[in-house]
């Protein structure tokens, strides 16, 4: 597999922007995904999700502490893949720090004792970032006509 060494700028950046992401963990024999508002921290190197201590993410986390997480912008046709290494944190500053609206549907406050952090330190990525919907059918439709590949936009696995 090739990667890209000086790319992950446009992997934080579509990660930033779509903000959401589906959080796949490893639950025993079988792969878990859930959505999660992501945090990013570009310079930490790291993406932050608040949780809870009820959700058994850290109990999976603690066994299984690889995780993958897939950002998707379907309407614009961006997406993104990162995988990396997770661990649960209960630091009471930092969740203050991350407190914020997608905060408030779950807990009353960053004071609520079932908080935790979940810190995902990323270790590889894969970025697809086509030119939008419309385009990319047109594209599609080109290519099966004229029997040639479609250029679908820019495509990169990233060391991060």
């Known amino acids: 597999m090739t990667y890209i060494e000086d790319d992950n700028g446009e992997v934080w950046d579509l990660a930033q922007k779509i903000g959401f992401c589906m959080l796949t963990t490893q639950s025993g024999a079988d792969l878990k995904a859930r959505p999660m508002s992501a945090y990013i921290e570009r310079v930490e190197n790291a993406l932050y999700f608040l949780t809870d201590v009820k959700s058994h993410k850290d109990d999976e986390v603690a066994r299984h502490p690889n995780v993958c997480l897939a950002f998707a912008d379907t309407k614009k046709q961006k997406y993104v893949s990162i ?78």
Do not use: F
Request: proline share 8%; aromatic share 8%; no cysteine.
């Open 83 to 160: 995988s990396g290494v997770a661990e649960v944190q209960n630091d009471r500053e930092k969740i203050r720090d991350l407190w914020s609206t997608p905060a408030k549907a779950w807990w009353d406050s960053p004071d609520d004792p079932s908080i935790r952090i979940l810190k995902v330190t990323p270790s590889s990525a894969e970025y697809w970032d086509s030119p939008g919907t419309v385009i990319s059918y047109i594209k599609m439709v080109a290519a099966a006509v004229t029997s040639a590949k479609p250029d679908m936009g820019e495509n990169a696995k990233v060391r991060m």
